[in-house]
Nanobody
Framework: VQLQASGGGLVQAWGSLRLSCAAS????????MGWFRQAPGKEREFVAA????????YYANSVKGRFTISRDNAKNTAYLQMNSLKPEDTAVYYC????????????????WGQGTLVTVSS
């Protein structure tokens, strides 16, 4: 499956952005989806994940209550709604897909998008 992340940009603190991850290729609805991010000089970290059917979601403590992951299997797209953004949310955000992968481990995911940059100014 090929993944294309989009929706990043520059936003002021406390603003909102919605990231999209469009999938093509194999059956999107078969895959759990995850979002990860990597800030300059830091390791890639888990942000959120959603099961293939959308029934289960998982969040990093740092984004819980501010970010919402969702998916539309009819549109082969996953989303990450980010509200109340903070400067520390600045990073390249990556979407990922995997089978039985709705967890926090990057190694659980088989396919990765190219990343989209989110910059939050103070």
């Amino acid at each position: 499956v090929q993944l294309q992340a989009s929706g990043g940009g520059l936003v002021q603190a406390w603003g909102s952005l919605r990231l999209s991850c469009a999938a093509s290729g194999r059956t999107f609805s078969s895959y759990d989806m995850g979002w990860f991010r990597q800030a300059p000089g830091k390791e890639r970290e888990f942000v959120a994940a959603i099961s293939w059917g959308g029934n289960s979601t998982y969040y990093a403590n740092s984004v819980k209550g501010r970010f919402t992951i969702s998916r539309d299997n009819a549109k082969n797209t996953a989303y990450l709604q980010m509200n109340s953004l903070k400067p520390e949310d600045t990073a390249v955000y990556y979407c990922a897909a995997g089978v039985d992968a709705a967890d926090t481990l990057a190694t659980s995911y088989d396919y990765w998008g190219q990343g989209t940059l989110v910059t939050v100014s103070s």
